[in-house]
Nanobody
Framework: QVQLVESGGGLVQAGGSLRLSCAASGRTFSSRTMGWFRQAPENEREFVAV????????YYADSVKGRFTISRDNAKNTVFLQMNSLQPEDTAVYYCTVQRALQTFATYPARYEHWGQGTQVTVSS
């Protein structure tokens, strides 16, 4: 069973930065594609970014491309999301998750399993 624990959220002014971390348990972490999603109040869960097992390939939502960077450290079983130039519309609970065994990157929540509890990111204007 994989367990995911997110951290690093908080309150930041528009234009600021935050770095989210996701610590994963389980011996299969280093072989799994990992993703970040977010969910704002009254909105559906939204894809943010995904990274393949060795960090060699990534994919981003258009809304965060050029501002967010996903990375991973398999030696520490951790995935990161560096968020720069934050805007109020980035305010949401951010979740770390594991992609199911698929041939390509997925952007739908149903293609993922083992969700963390989430970390709140609030961007003030």
């Amino acid at each position: 069973q994989v367990q995911l624990v997110e951290s690093g959220g908080g309150l930041v002014q528009a234009g600021g930065s935050l770095r989210l971390s996701c610590a994963a348990s389980g011996r299969t972490f280093s072989s799994r594609t990992m993703g970040w999603f977010r969910q704002a109040p009254e909105n559906e869960r939204e894809f943010v970014a995904v990274i393949n097992w060795n960090g060699g390939s990534t994919y981003y939502a258009d809304s965060v491309k050029g501002r967010f960077t996903i990375s991973r450290d398999n030696a520490k079983n951790t995935v990161f999301l560096q968020m720069n130039s934050l805007q109020p519309e980035d305010t949401a609970v951010y979740y770390c998750t594991v992609q199911r065994a698929l041939q390509t990157f997925a952007t739908y929540p149903a293609r993922y399993e083992h969700w963390g509890q989430g970390t709140q990111v609030t961007v003030s204007s």
